[in-house]
Every structure is written in C-alpha cells, then in structure tokens.
C-alpha cells in the first residue's frame, strides 16, 4: 500500500526557514497530485498548497503565497515544501497527501485526497 513520510518539521525563530520533505512508495509518484495540509491546535485542517504531475500546475493558499514553494522530485518519488519568512501563525502539523491526478484540477479539500502521511510538527516561535 501507499505510505508517505513525513520529515523536516522544528522549532524555528519568526522568519526563518524550513523545508519539509515527503518520501512515498507504492504509488505511481509521477501520475499523482501532492498536496500540503496543515492543522493548527483547535482549527480544522486547512489546505496549504498543491502540485500536479504537468509542469507549472501549481496552487497554493492565499495565507503562505509568496512565501512557501512547493515542488517535486519524481526520480526521488518526494515532494517537498520550502518555508520561508516563517510566521508565527505557520505552527501546525503539517501533513502531506496523494491522490491519483485523474483530472488536472488542484483540490484544496483534504475529501479529495486519498493518502496521507502523518505529519510533522512545526513551532514557530518570537
């Protein structure tokens, strides 16, 4: 069966930089779509960003645009989150999620996902 690992998570200062990393194995990495969800202590799990198997097909949320970068590395069946300018406000477990990209569109509801690691923690801190 799929498992996706999670790693990289920490206890960071505001502003500094994180890269998280997600291995998979038994799933086809290169015809799924990976996503990035987060879950704070007592909020729901919120959708972080996204990327498809077509180069460019990229989505992020409006709360970490321009700050974190997503990416993949189909040779290494990992895909990856760059954290920049961190806030605060970016404390969770963030998890990461596959689900077969039968369609191009980029799902920001975790429903929509079929395979989930189970997450690392960051902490933020002032």
């Known amino acids: 069966q799929a498992q996706l690992v999670e790693s990289g998570g920490g206890l960071v200062q505001a502003g500094d930089s994180l890269r998280l990393s997600c291995a998979t194995s038994g799933l086809l990495f290169n015809t799924f779509a990976m996503a990035w969800f987060r879950q704070a202590p007592g909020k729901e799990r919120e959708f972080v960003a996204a990327?498809?198997?077509?180069?460019?097909?990229?989505r992020y949320a409006d709360s970490v645009k321009g700050r974190f970068t997503i990416s993949r590395d189909n040779a290494k069946n990992t895909v990856y989150l760059q954290m920049n300018s961190l806030k605060l406000e970016d404390t969770a477990v963030y998890y990461c999620?596959?689900?077969?990209?039968?369609?191009?569109?980029?799902?920001?509801?975790?429903?929509?996902?079929?395979?989930w690691g189970q997450g690392t923690q960051v902490t933020v801190s002032s």
């Open positions: 999620a596959a689900r077969w990209e039968d369609v191009t569109t980029l799902f920001t509801s975790i429903t929509r996902y079929k395979y």
């Open positions: 990327i498809g198997r077509s180069v460019g097909n990229i």
